[in-house]
């Protein structure tokens, strides 16, 4: 069974919750259920439920190969296969974690050929959307 996690990006103070506590009160508040909410900062002034405040991403349940927790929104480094005139070649490739609804399923942008799952099993977590939008510039 994968573990269900979460991570927040607060988007009005730019910085990561990365703590289990921190992620279920974002998720909580973002439905509506207030409960830790106001202790973490994720409500309004009047204690609404303020989703605009920070942006969810959840855990794939696989980690790359340093076991670092692989996320939606992470920006990851990885080899692919090009064909070339004179057969198949590997080429190092920069990816983000993306969750798919057609294949219901997380995948990672900018492959070549490799299956996303291929990618996730070897690839390296080497920044995230939020922090650093640098690593994606001529990327994708």
């Given at each position: 069974m994968r573990i269900i996690k979460y991570r927040a990006w607060r988007t009005d103070e730019k910085?990561?919750?990365?703590?289990?506590?921190?992620?279920?009160?974002?998720?909580?508040?973002?439905y509506g259920n207030k409960g830790l909410a106001e202790q973490a900062g994720f409500s309004n002034i009047d204690n609404q439920p303020n989703p605009d405040r920070f942006i969810l991403m959840q855990y794939t349940g696989r980690k790359d190969i340093n076991d670092k927790e692989i996320f939606e929104g992470d920006i990851v480094?990885?080899?692919?296969?090009?064909?070339?005139?004179?057969?198949?070649?590997?080429?190092?490739?920069?990816?983000?974690v993306e969750w798919c609804n057609e294949t219901v399923s997380f995948e990672v942008s900018n492959r070549l050929s490799a299956e996303s799952y291929e990618v996730l099993d070897e690839c390296v977590v080497i920044g995230n959307i939020y922090e650093n939008p640098e690593l994606l510039e001529g990327k994708e």
């Open positions: 910085y990561m919750v990365t703590s289990d506590v921190g992620a279920l009160t974002a998720l909580r508040n973002c480094s990885f080899d692919d296969c090009t064909s070339t005139e004179s057969g198949y070649c590997e080429r190092g490739c920069i990816g983000v």
